[in-house]
C-alpha cells in the first residue's frame, strides 16, 4: 500500500514538481496552496496522511498557528518543515514544538525521498 504526502506550498511550481516527483517514488499526494487550505484538507483526510511536506514561507496564518492546529487533529502527526532559509528562527520552534525534520530548499529527489522514508509512519 503507497503512502499519502500531503504537500503545502503557495509555490504552485514546487507543488506541482514535488507532487510529479512524489508519484515517480509511488507516493499518493494530496496538495494544498495554503495554510488555511491544507489544514482544511489535513482535517478531512488525516487518517489517510502519512506525511505532511509543510513550507514554512506562505502568506496568510503563521506555520506556527497551522502547524499548532495540525497537532490538535493528530497530534501524532509526522510533518517535515521545507524552506529555502534554515536559519529562520521559526525551523527550530516548529522542531521543538514536534515537526520530525527539516528539508532545505532546493532539495534533490534523493535527499526529499529520504527524509520522507526516514519520518513517515
Known amino acids: 500500500m503507497s503512502k499519502t504526502v500531503l504537500i503545502i ?11 510529479e516527483i512524489l508519484h515517480e517514488l509511488g507516493y ?4 494544498a496552496e ?3 487550505s ?12 502519512d506525511l505532511i511536506l509543510l513550507d514554512l514561507t506562505m502568506p496568510g496564518r503563521s506555520v506556527v498557528d497551522i502547524f499548532a492546529d495540525i497537532l490538535n487533529t493528530d497530534p501524532d502527526v509526522r510533518v517535515l518543515i521545507s524552506s529555502g532559509n534554515s536559519y529562520d528562527p521559526k525551523v527550530q520552534q516548529l522542531l521543538s514544538l514536534g515537526a520530525k ?6 532539495y534533490t529527489i534523493a535527499d526529499m525521498e529520504n527524509r520522507i522514508k526516514e519520518n513517515s509512519k
Not at 9 to 19: G, L, V
Not at 38 to 49: D, P, Q, R, V
Open 28 to 31: 499518493k499526494t494530496l496538495t
Open 34 to 36: 495554503s495554510g488555511d
Open 101 to 106: 525534520g527539516f528539508l532545505q530548499k532546493p
Open 9 to 19: 506550498d503557495d509555490d504552485e511550481i514546487i507543488r506541482m514538481t514535488t507532487e
Open 38 to 49: 491544507g489544514l482544511a484538507l489535513f482535517n478531512k483526510k488525516y487518517s489517510e496522511i
